[in-house]
C-alpha cells in the first residue's frame, strides 16, 4: 500500500505563485498531478517518472508549472507560477509502482493523495 501525503495549497492572487508536495511512503515508477475544477472532470496536471525524471506537461499549465523530485525526501514537487483563476481547482498527486506509457490518465495510477484545495482569485 502507497501512501501519498500532499500539502501546499492555498488562496493566491492571479499572477501569484505555489508550491504543491507529494510525500510518498515508498519508492515508485512515477507520480503525476492531476485537478478537478468544480463541475469539471478530473484532468491532467503534469507527470514524473521518477527514475529518468522525464516530465510531461498538459498544455494548458505548460511553461508556468514544473515538476521535480527529491529523491532523498520520496517527495515531488508542484511549482506553479503565474497563477490564473482557471487553475482554481482540488490537485490530487497520484502514484504508479509499474509502468504506464502516457502517465497522463487516471487509470495509470494506482495511488491517489486527499487533494489539496488551490485558489486563484482574480
Known amino acids: 500500500q502507497v501512501q501519498l501525503v500532499e500539502s501546499g495549497g492555498g488562496l493566491v492572487q492571479a499572477g501569484g505563485s505555489l508550491r504543491l508536495s507529494c510525500t510518498a511512503s515508498?519508492?515508485?515508477?512515477?507520480v503525476g498531478w492531476f485537478r478537478q475544477a468544480p463541475g469539471k472532470e478530473r484532468e491532467f496536471v503534469s507527470s514524473?517518472?521518477?527514475?529518468?525524471?522525464?516530465?510531461y506537461y498538459a498544455d494548458s499549465v505548460k511553461g508556468r508549472f514544473t515538476i521535480s523530485r527529491d529523491n532523498a525526501k520520496n517527495t515531488v514537487y508542484l511549482q506553479m507560477t503565474s497563477l490564473k483563476p482557471e487553475d482554481t481547482a482540488v490537485y490530487y498527486c497520484?502514484?504508479?509502482?509499474?509502468?504506464?506509457?502516457?502517465?497522463?490518465?487516471?487509470?495509470?495510477?494506482?495511488?491517489w493523495g486527499q487533494g489539496t484545495q488551490v485558489t486563484v482569485s482574480s
Open positions: 497520484a502514484a504508479t509502482l509499474s509502468f504506464a506509457w502516457s502517465l497522463s490518465e487516471d487509470r495509470d495510477y494506482s495511488y
Open positions: 515508498v519508492s515508485t515508477y512515477a
Open positions: 514524473i517518472r521518477w527514475s529518468t525524471e522525464r516530465t
